[in-house]
């Protein structure tokens, strides 16, 4: 399996515009996870799904931003509109039940200039 | 509420030091533990983990033990390399939930020839 993808691997935005970033979890893992990491604030969990349901997006941080999964093979973390402190990396991950752990994918830099 | 407290770094060593980086929890019933390692420009990749109190996870050189009675998980390697320069996450996933993870702030380490 080639792990977690996430695409685009770098990103960069003019304030304003709407930026969509994409995740392909491994196949047959049951749940996804959204992440944002930055150097002031840390690993935040935006929101996880479980069987394509989205479970808790209480780290959603306003109404800007809105995942979705429309099949187990695919999700999107939409920003609209992009602010500069949205500027991070972004970081999709993926588990199967039975808390043995989550693979993450190698992350999307964001930059809102 | 559940969560993880990790020591802060920076933590610079010397090649083939003792490491020891420290973490500790709060939650209820039995959770299960991870370590995470963050290399520089990429996502985090599972390092261990225990599932019960008494388990020794380990991987790489890198050892921690679940102890329920110190409610601690502290990551250790006898003798680090400079590769080993990183960022280190604990991390834990009640048993109440699905898989929802609380990770801690991370430590950085750097090792030095």
């Known amino acids: 399996d080639a792990g977690v993808i996430q695409s685009p691997r770098h990103e960069v935005t003019e304030m304003g515009q709407e930026v969509t970033l994409r995740c392909k979890p491994i196949?047959?893992?049951?749940?996804l996870f959204w992440y944002r990491q930055t150097m002031m604030r840390g690993l935040e969990l935006l929101i996880y799904?479980?069987?394509?349901?989205?479970?808790?997006d209480s780290g959603m941080p306003e109404d800007r931003f809105s995942a979705k999964m429309p099949n187990a093979s695919f999700s999107t973390l939409k920003i609209q509109p992009s602010e500069p402190r949205d500027s991070a990396v972004y970081f999709c991950?993926?588990?199967?039940?039975?808390?043995?752990?989550?693979?993450f994918g190698q992350g999307t830099r964001l930059t809102v200039v | 509420g559940d969560s993880v407290t990790q020591m802060e770094g920076p933590v610079t060593l010397s090649e083939e030091a003792f490491l020891t980086i420290n973490c500790t929890y709060t939650?209820?019933?039995?959770?299960?533990l991870f370590w995470y390692v963050q290399y520089p420009g990429e996502g985090l990749q599972l390092l261990l983990k225990?599932?019960?109190?008494?388990d020794k996870g380990s991987n790489k050189g890198f050892e921690a033990t679940y102890r329920k009675e110190t409610t601690s998980f502290h990551l250790e390697k006898g003798s680090v390399q400079v590769s080993d320069s990183a960022v280190y996450f604990c991390?834990?996933?009640?048993?109440?939930?699905?898989?929802?993870?609380?990770f801690g702030t991370g430590t950085s380490l750097t090792v030095i020839p």
């Open positions: 991390a834990l996933i009640p048993k109440s939930t699905g898989n929802q993870f609380y």
């Open positions: 225990a599932t019960k109190a008494d």
């Open positions: 991950a993926s588990s199967f039940t039975g808390r043995v752990g989550a693979f």
């Open positions: 799904f479980n069987n394509n349901v989205p479970i808790d």
């Open positions: 196949s047959g893992h049951d749940y």
């Open positions: 939650a209820t019933g039995y959770p299960s």
